[in-house]
Nanobody, 124 residues
Framework: QVQLVESGGGLVQAGGSLRLSCAASGRTFSGHGMGWFRQAPGKEREFVVAINWSGGSTSYADSVEGRFTISRDNAKNTVYLQMNSLKPEDTAVYYC?????????????????WGQGTQVTVSS
């Protein structure tokens, strides 16, 4: 069993920054891609960003490209999401997820374990 625990969410003003962390338990972390998704109130959960097993390949949603950066530290079993220039429309619950294989994809069915989420609220 794999457990994913997100942290780092909170309330920030527009233009500010936050850094989310996702800590994974177990040994099966380094060989898998990881992703971040988010769900805003009244909306479906959507893809934000993904990273492959080594960190050498990343994929971003157009809405966050250039503002968000994903990274991972396999020695610490942790994936990070640095969020800069935050906008009110970034307000959502952010979830990290483990990919079923080594790559990071943009569709939810490619992920088999999910964290419980961390709230990010951006005020205008």
């Amino acid at each position: 069993q794999v457990q994913l625990v997100e942290s780092g969410g909170g309330l920030v003003q527009a233009g500010g920054s936050l850094r989310l962390s996702c800590a994974a338990s177990g040994r099966t972390f380094s060989g898998h891609g990881m992703g971040w998704f988010r769900q805003a109130p009244g909306k479906e959960r959507e893809f934000v960003v993904a990273i492959n097993w080594s960190g050498g390949s990343t994929s971003y949603a157009d809405s966050v490209e250039g503002r968000f950066t994903i990274s991972r530290d396999n020695a610490k079993n942790t994936v990070y999401l640095q969020m800069n220039s935050l906008k009110p429309e970034d307000t959502a619950v952010y979830y990290c997820a483990r990919s079923k294989d080594y790559s990071g994809k943009d569709y939810q069915n490619s992920y088999d374990y999910w964290g419980q989420g961390t709230q990010v609220t951006v005020s205008s």
